[in-house]
């Protein structure tokens, strides 16, 4: 009986554990720590090594900002990765690389909701990856590259091509997949000449609308550097602990509301740094290079929940508080214009305040994204398969609705972690576990195959799996959103 898995990498052995009856290895390192001389420059190709090293722990989190960041031992070691699988003696397995959600501002690859266990029983190889993010991955620097984050995973990426078939999985049948900022790096990466090659297929939940220009990025990363009493080069950013960076990070995101006048969405949207449409890695915004057909389509796998926006009214402690003025910016700043805004009015008659803004936010932050990615894909030759999370989250009184992450436990069966039970109660009902197993069979199938089970997008019948306590494929239920942003593809974030 296997008891201590090994697999032999291209940059030398490493040795796993078994974890439930499967093969595990963490921690392994795709490229250089960057840090010291490596600090703000693209990834840099991993060292060899002679023997055996171990991979039994998960790599330290690259800084986190925010109020939610990740836990995780500190260190520098930030760029590894993760690989489950149902046997590395095996061959031709499909293979899922996961990018870790979190705002583009934290987030792990280590966290229990992302646990592979159901998914790799089902026969996929699961790699997740760590990468730098919040100031690290995405401020904009002189002397620096830019989207920092996105080489650090198309770096990831080629680590696969080079490795995987170690773990018994195939280069050919590679799938990325995320959610939330994972999700906007797997938009940006389906769009990059730089990644071509290295994935098959895509997943992509709730992807984000904000990238943001240069000229907007550069003026965040000039309000970072103001805070932290220096000059917003690498050179001079890089004298500042990663960790204080990071601090900088939040304490910007907290002031935000007071660049409302200048920064507009992105103040609004409440995330300082985010990628950023740099005319070099990133050419254009994902919508805009699919739909006119500058990158070539592929099979995807894309949607969003019904009530994306509620968590973060709820974790804000506003849901129903809202006032009319905070609408009122709401809908102006996030409503394509000219009509958005009175169209949001009509087709919500009798809404209140809170329910506007969380109809619009829902809208321009995720669910138009996710639509419009879908809609571009099957534009350029590709397949897309949407669908919408509709079934609603029994915690907490069912306040959360069908909320923004409730779709990864159940996607990846980890009803019983802290974020599982945070969103589906201690233990999960029957009707949780009915949905988590519908919808992690879709992703099974996508990986597979290239086929979840039911039609492919396209704009006539507009085919939606909608995953609920009974789900059922439907014409896309949000009707009314996407009457109001026909012909208004995502615009990356500038400045007012």
């Known amino acids: 009986m296997l008891t201590q898995p090994v697999a032999h990498t291209t940059e030398g052995t490493v040795r796993g554990f078994l974890d439930r009856g499967l093969p595990v290895f963490r921690g392994i390192r795709y490229a250089r720590p960057p840090v010291g001389p490596l600090r703000f420059a693209a990834p840099a190709p991993p060292d060899r090594w002679d023997g ?18 990740a836990e995780s031992a500190r260190g520098t070691d930030w760029l590894t990765l993760n690989v489950c699988t149902p046997d ?47 100031a690290e991955g995405f401020a904009l620097l002189a002397g620096a590259p830019g989207n920092r984050a996105f080489l650090d995973q198309i770096a ?23 959610q939330s900022a994972g999700a906007g790096s797997v938009a940006a990466l389906l769009t990059m000449s730089r990644a071509g090659g290295l994935f098959r297929r895509a ?15 550069a003026e965040v990363t000039a309000a970072l550097a103001e805070q932290l009493g220096t000059a917003p080069t690498a050179t001079a950013l890089a004298e500042i602990d990663p960790w204080r960076l990071a601090a900088a990070v939040t304490d910007l995101g ?37 739909a006119a057909g500058r990158a070539a389509g592929t099979e995807l796998l894309v949607g969003h929940t019904r009530d994306e926006f509620r968590l973060f009214s709820v ?25 958005g805004p009175d169209a949001y009015r009509t087709a919500h008659p ?19 994204p996710s639509l419009h990615l879908a809609e571009g894909n099957a534009a350029a030759g590709g397949s897309s398969y949407l669908f919408e999370l509709a079934f609603p989250a029994p915690a907490m009184g069912g306040v959360l609705g069908a909320c923004h992450g409730l779709d990864i436990p159940l996607a990846f069966g980890t009803l019983d972690t802290p974020m599982g039970r945070h969103f589906l109660g201690d233990p999960p009902g029957p009707e949780a576990v009915e949905v988590s197993c519908a919808l992690r069979q879709a992703w099974i199938r996508f990986v597979s195959t290239g086929d979840p089970g039911w039609a492919a997008y396209e704009p006539e019948q507009q085919p939606t799996r909608v995953f609920d306590a009974r789900s059922e494929t439907v ?3 949000e009707q009314s959103s996407r009457a109001i942003w026909a012909g208004h593809t995502p615009t990356a974030f500038d400045l007012v």
């Open 52 to 69: 055996v090293r171990e991979a039994h722990e998960f790599g330290p989190c690259v800084p986190q900002s925010g109020p939610l960041p």
């Open 88 to 134: 590395p003696g095996t061959a031709g397995l499909p293979v899922l690389v996961w990018i870790h959600g979190g705002g583009y501002i934290s987030g792990t690859s280590g966290d229990p909701v992302y646990d592979p266990t159901e998914l790799a029983r089902a026969g996929l190889v699961v790699v997740s990856v760590n990468y730098r993010v919040g």
């Open 156 to 178: 990831a990426l080629e680590w696969v091509q080079r490795n995987i078939a170690a773990f018994g999985g195939d280069p050919d049948r590679v799938t990325v997949a995320g």
């Open 203 to 217: 997943v992509a939940h709730s992807v984000p609308g904000n990238f943001c220009t240069p000229a907007l990025a």
């Open 254 to 290: 907290t002031a935000l509301p007071k660049h409302l006048a200048r920064w507009g969405r992105l103040a609004q949207n409440g995330i300082a740094t985010a990628p950023v449409v740099d005319g070099e890695l990133l050419t254009e915004e994902p919508w805009a290079a699919l």
């Open 315 to 339: 974790l804000a402690g506003r849901h129903g508080s809202f006032t009319d003025e905070e609408a009122r910016t709401a809908l102006d700043l996030f409503a394509p214009h000219p009509a």
């Open 350 to 368: 009798g809404a209140d305040a809170g329910e506007l803004l969380e109809a619009v936010s829902s809208d321009a932050l995720f669910r138009m």
């Open 475 to 477: 014409r896309y239920p």
